[in-house]
């Protein structure tokens, strides 16, 4: 039985002997020397807590015995890793907490930021935009605005509250490495690998002026505490500018190689940089003078930060690990392992208990010095486009692949309208919603997400699933979108709140493809555990179990009038079923090979099926005949679509083409050359023949037609 918490419990006796030794403590300071001795004692008490008050209360004392104890104290030596973050699906190449200590950003090599809630650890906000990856993310020290830097030459400004884009500033030329607000919010500075530093007006996004003097490439900047001076790191140099007159005011020399990461001291008298050549170098201002060579990296070291104290230096290097030093002796107290790549960035909360470091290991780390607690590591790579799919009014296509992006193109020109960033996995689903508007995506992280198809933006993160979801599908009459899972299971979530209205669960093993019925409330997904459900859209019940099959049942199509149901299998048969009663109309042996895709012609007069053992082939959805069995691919068919008109079919293969086939003689149309991987999609718009798109491993998505 579990014990009741208004009960005195074993524990309850050592939290009042430590409550009652912290009172002492306290009350000893007004003790003269004794009482100081008495504190100095706690910094070993054998309570964490015990020595953090015992700290604390020495902080505030300026006898030199105070003194003397603090500066021998290690408060960083029972610092473990207390959470692991994932969710990027690269490498981390930026981190920053908010002001309040409450929200950290994070930005990846997968073009995109990440907003976290600091303290649960969950993702709060998914923000897409940019079209390369972000080296770098900054909040504004007001709170307001969270500044990112990325790789395709621009930097966006975010309503750091609401997660919208509030503008954008072009102007280098070439990747953006580094952004710094002034301590009033007011200015933004950027470095870049153009050489130069810009300086923004932040509310009207004007370029105020551009420094120049560095003869490479500029990777960090730092504004000092009163903002008046600005510290850049590039080439091999460290070099100090007056803000108000861009006037180059002294140039720091002594690294070796590239200087990677600058930062003010909290009192803005000394500033540190760190460097390729492994070392950090500690400055001061007024004269230039380097105070310190920290050497304890064997690696590069990407990152520095100071603690709000000053006394403390942290940094992070590509040996995977991070370093905090003690500034008064310049030696390391504390090695902090766990990263298994570069740990490329760093930021301290201001309260100074926490350290967050972002990883090429697609990680970020959250190290505390209470509970060492690690919780969760989580995220994938992403990889090749599966899917394309056309806009309702046949203008656009949209794809999902390689490269961490969605592109939208127009059909009748070939030109990319759009890509979609922020997908954090293999996009294995999209489908376009009813209105044309909406574009959700399925990947291999258990994440779906929603997308304004126009504007490009990032709606909603739909989090639920635990493995890879394989198939989306829109409601065509109800702001409804179902998704199916490795997880074995079907989530039905409402598009107007984003919240999962239930979970179907039914299936023992991945479900491979879910479809609405055009014609009543019924759902129907098909699994890998061999078998075929017919669920009550509204009440989540399953209706019926269809069985037949004898291996992984791998994709469906419905006929247009809702009545015909046909199902593909690994054992390569084809099933055709009646949705409503069940019934098993016929068996097909239509494939010596997996059936990996089947479409019912818009008519509902013929069912196509393409395979692994290379063919396509024809059938009369009525009566189950086959008609022809088409056999010019030289590996396994991906995928099959009829045109609108249902004269012709596509079907792309593994052998990197896509054939065209005319339905009344069987004849090869034409075949399409180009892509140099798989095709795995293929479709036409529905509106004409003459547009068809195409997407393959290759990672890219094609669109054929006349010109």
């Known amino acids: 039985m579990a014990n009741d918490p208004h009960q005195p419990g074993e524990n309850d006796g050592m939290v009042g002997e430590i409550k009652s030794r912290i009172a002492t403590l306290k ?27 015992a700290y604390r209360l020495l902080q505030t004392r300026e006898e030199p015995e105070a003194k003397q104890a603090l500066r021998q104290y290690n ?8 959470r692991t973050l994932g969710g990027h699906s690269s490498r981390i190449y930026s981190v920053a907490i908010a002001p309040d200590g409450k929200t950290l950003a994070s930005g990846s090599n997968d073009n995109t930021i990440t907003l976290w809630n600091l303290n649960s650890g969950s993702p709060r906000s998914l923000l897409g935009g940019h079209k390369d990856w972000i080296d770098a993310v900054a909040f504004s020290p007001d709170g307001k605005w969270l500044a990112s830097a990325s790789g395709d030459q621009t930097i966006k400004i975010w309503n750091a509250a609401t997660a919208q884009e509030v503008r954008t500033l072009e102007g280098h030329n070439r990747w953006v490495t580094s952004v710094a607000f002034s301590p009033d919010s007011q200015l933004l500075a950027s470095g870049s690998k153009d050489n130069t530093i810009a300086i923004w007006n932040v509310e009207t996004g004007e370029a105020l002026k551009t420094l120049e003097g560095h003869h490479d490439w500029v990777y960090s900047i730092a504004f000092s505490p009163d903002g008046k001076r600005l510290a850049s790191g590039g080439d091999i140099t460290v070099k100090l500018w007056e803000v108000e007159t861009g006037e180059e005011i002294a140039t720091f020399c002594g690294h070796h190689d590239w200087v990677y990461c600058v930062a003010f001291s909290p009192n803005g ?53 991070v370093n905090i030093w003690t500034l008064a002796t310049g030696k390391v107290r504390q090695t902090l392992r766990g990263h298994t790549d570069w740990v490329n960035s760093l930021a301290i909360t201001p309260d100074g208990h926490f350290i967050v470091s972002g990883s090429s290991d697609r990680s970020i780390k959250i190290w505390n010095l209470e509970t060492g607690e ?14 394309v799919i056309f806009s309702p009014d046949g203008q656009v296509i949209a794809g999902g692949g390689e490269f961490e992006q969605r592109k939208r193109w127009n059909l009748h020109s070939g030109e990319e309208l759009r890509s979609l960033t922020g997908q954090s996995s293999w996009v294995e689903a999209i489908a376009i919603g009813p209105d044309g508007q909406l574009l959700a995506s399925g990947s291999e992280d258990g994440l779906i997400k929603l997308w304004n198809l126009y504007q490009g933006d990032l709606k909603l993160v739909l989090r639920g699933h635990t493995d890879g979801v394989w198939s989306v599908a829109f409601s065509p009459d109800a702001p409804l979108l179902a998704s199916a899972s490795g997880d074995e299971t079907i989530i039905l979530w409402n598009l107007n709140t984003g919240e999962a209205i239930r979970t179907l669960t039914g299936h023992s093993y991945r479900v491979d493809e879910v479809l609405f019925s055009p014609t009543a409330p019924l759902l129907v997904s098909c699994s890998a555990d061999e078998t075929i459900k017919v669920w009550d859209r509204d009440r989540g019940t399953v209706i019926r179990t269809l069985e037949g099959h004898r291996e992984a049942v791998m994709c469906l199509a419905l006929s247009p009038d809702g009545n015909t149901l046909a199902s593909g299998s690994e054992d390569g048969k084809i099933k055709l079923w009646k949705l409503h009663t069940g019934e098993e109309l016929t068996t097909l042996d239509a494939h010596e090979a997996p059936v990996m895709s089947l479409a019912i012609s818009a008519d509902g007069r013929l069912l196509a099926s393409g395979s692994e053992d290379a063919t396509v082939k024809l059938w009369n959805l009525h009566n189950g005949k086959l008609l022809v069995s088409l056999d010019k691919h030289a590996d396994a068919v991906n995928t099959v679509a009829f045109s609108p008109y249902a004269y012709h079919l596509a079907s792309g293969s593994s052998d990197k083409t896509i054939q065209l086939w005319n339905l009344y003689t069987g004849k090869v149309l034409r075949t399409l050359t180009g892509h140099s991987n798989w095709v795995n999609a293929v479709a036409f718009s529905p509106r004409t023949s003459q547009i068809i798109a195409s997407g393959s491993a290759d990672g890219t998505l094609k669109v054929w037609g006349r010109k």
């Open 75 to 82: 408060p960083y030596r029972a610092f473990k890793c207390l």
């Open 374 to 387: 690690e919780c969760q590591n989580l995220g994938r790579d992403s990889e090749w486009v599966n899917s």
């Open 269 to 321: 008298k000394f500033i540190a940089s760190s460097s390729e050549d492994k070392t950090i170098a500690v400055w001061e201002v007024a004269t230039g003078q380097r105070c310190f060579n920290l050497q304890g990296h064997r690696e590069a070291v990407n990152a520095i930060a100071f603690t709000p104290d000053g006394k403390t230096l942290v940094s992070a290097g590509a040996d995977e690990i």
């Open 27 to 53: 009350n000893a300071l007004n003790q003269g020397e004794a009482g100081i001795a008495l504190v100095v004692e706690a910094l070993n008490d054998k309570s964490e807590r015990v020595q953090r008050v």
